[in-house]
């Protein structure tokens, strides 16, 4: 017997671009066919959605997989499948591994390793250096490319770019939105001496608010000069959302779920390391900064930065620790506990984390549910109370800074392009991860 669709996720509370209701929604060949009410008979499967919400694919535009190089503490599998038990279809993946992403035969290669290995979809964004500028129009619209990524601070070797004059010369060949970590590589290097040995909580003196606002009203000036697009990761200060406020012509900004749920004054008494991340975790006062940078709208989107160490690592003594947690597997948990708690509506989530990635990037038949649309869904229950552990975590380094904590709402579904590929915490389908597409 043939059938109208594939799959019918059936009695779910679809969140949308257009609002938030009932609807079926019909599944064919990977792809959205109807949404409405429709009949179960002309399924193949129906999957009984009643007291869930059915949100986007949500979209993940900054995780470190570390591989090739560093598989140790994470690879290409493993990281994906920690994003798809937590709710996450796709993920944008860093170029500073080993050999760094900055050349076509790399990103080639790491296309070649994630298709049909990665449990969700990706796309990899590319290393600009010195070296690779001449290359940089064919490098961002290679396929699997989710553009250029430029490290002002805190890096090693040949993806530093420190000065005003490299970063102009990538923005002068860019077309797309390229992403930058925006710390002062010259304000770091001067400021070392305040790094108290055996002290992580000295990390965001020694990274302080003026380290990172200094260098973004560097970068915001560079891309007004070249009008180029720039996407502004990871804002931990107060200082650069009132800045950025000012310039959305051509920034956008992404916040984390550590800078909105961490409070470093607490933290680093408590946790040490495991919260030492670039740039640092802050005080309480910052972090409500940043909720206010979502409330009045300056940031643009939700990226976790996961980027995992092993324990081993971590507990070397600062400032000898490595910068950087987990956090692609906690990040739907932790924000539905924050929609839960009034923090904000679970429609802005949406816009954050599937609608937004899709308009800065321009993502292909992806980011809202659609007919003709990827059937890309995560699937929520956001009356589940459930505790982190780090026995749940599916990172090769196996550890969360959110350990034994508490949350309201949890992903229960993982669909990628119509493949459930999680299910009430058990992977269902084997791994068939593509590159996104893109405009």
Not at 26 to 34: F, L, N, R
Not at 113 to 120: D, E, F, L
Not at 130 to 156: C, Q, W, Y
Not at 354 to 381: C, E, H, M, W
Request: aromatic share 6%.
């Amino acid at each position: 017997m043939s059938h109208t669709f594939d799959t019918l996720f059936k009695g779910g509370t679809v969140v949308n671009q257009d609002g938030i209701g009932m609807a079926d929604i019909g599944v064919s060949q990977g792809k959205i066919v109807a949404l409405g009410s429709l009949d179960p008979k002309a399924a193949g499967e129906v999957v009984d959605c009643t007291g869930l919400h059915i949100l986007p694919g949500v979209i993940d535009t900054q995780v470190h997989f570390r591989e090739p190089g560093l598989t140790h503490k994470e690879d290409l599998e493993s990281g994906s499948r920690a994003a798809v038990m937590g709710g996450v279809t796709a993920v944008f993946e860093m170029p500073n591994t080993d050999p760094q992403t900055t050349t076509a035969e790399a990103l080639a290669d790491k296309v070649k390793r994630g298709t049909h290995r990665m449990h969700c979809d990706f796309a990899f964004w590319v290393g600009g250096t010195h070296d690779n500028v001449k290359h940089i129009p064919e490098l961002e619209r290679l396929p699997g490319s989710a553009g250029i990524k430029v490290f002002m601070g805190s890096s090693t070797g040949s993806l530093l770019v420190e000065d005003d004059k490299g970063v102009a010369a990538i923005l002068e060949k860019t077309r797309r939105r390229s992403a930058f970590h925006s710390e002062d590589e010259m304000m770091l290097r001067a400021r070392k001496d305040l790094r108290v040995e055996g002290d992580p909580s000295s990390h965001p003196i020694w990274r302080s608010p003026e380290v990172a606002l200094r260098c973004t009203e560097r970068l915001v000036r560079i891309a007004h000069e070249t009008g180029a697009k720039i996407h502004v990761l990871h804002i931990s200060t107060a200082e650069e959302m009132v800045f950025l406020a000012g310039h959305k012509d051509v920034a956008s900004c992404e916040v984390t779920p550590h800078h909105l749920t961490i409070d470093g004054d607490e933290a680093y008494k408590r946790l040490g390391t495991l919260v030492q991340m670039n740039p640092p975790v802050r005080g309480a006062d910052v972090r409500d900064a940043l909720w206010q940078g979502i409330a009045q709208g300056v940031a643009d989107v939700l990226g976790s930065d996961h980027a995992p160490h092993t324990l081993e690592e971590k507990a070397k003594p600062y400032p000898n620790s490595p910068s950087g947690m987990t956090g692609v597997q906690t990040l739907v948990p932790m924000m539905l506990d924050h929609i839960n708690k009034g923090h904000m509506s679970l429609q802005r989530f949406v816009d954050m984390t599937s609608a937004g990635p899709q308009r800065l990037f321009g993502i292909v038949n992806k980011g809202r549910i659609a007919k003709g649309y990827d059937a890309d869904l995560t699937i929520v229950d956001l009356k589940r109370r459930q505790t982190i552990t780090n026995q749940w975590i599916a990172s090769k380094c196996g550890w969360t800074p959110y350990d034994g904590v508490s949350v309201q709402g949890w992903p229960i579904g993982t669909i990628v392009r119509g493949h459930r590929v999680m299910w009430e915490g058990e992977l269902t389908d084997a791994a068939q991860g593509e590159a996104v597409r893109f405009n």
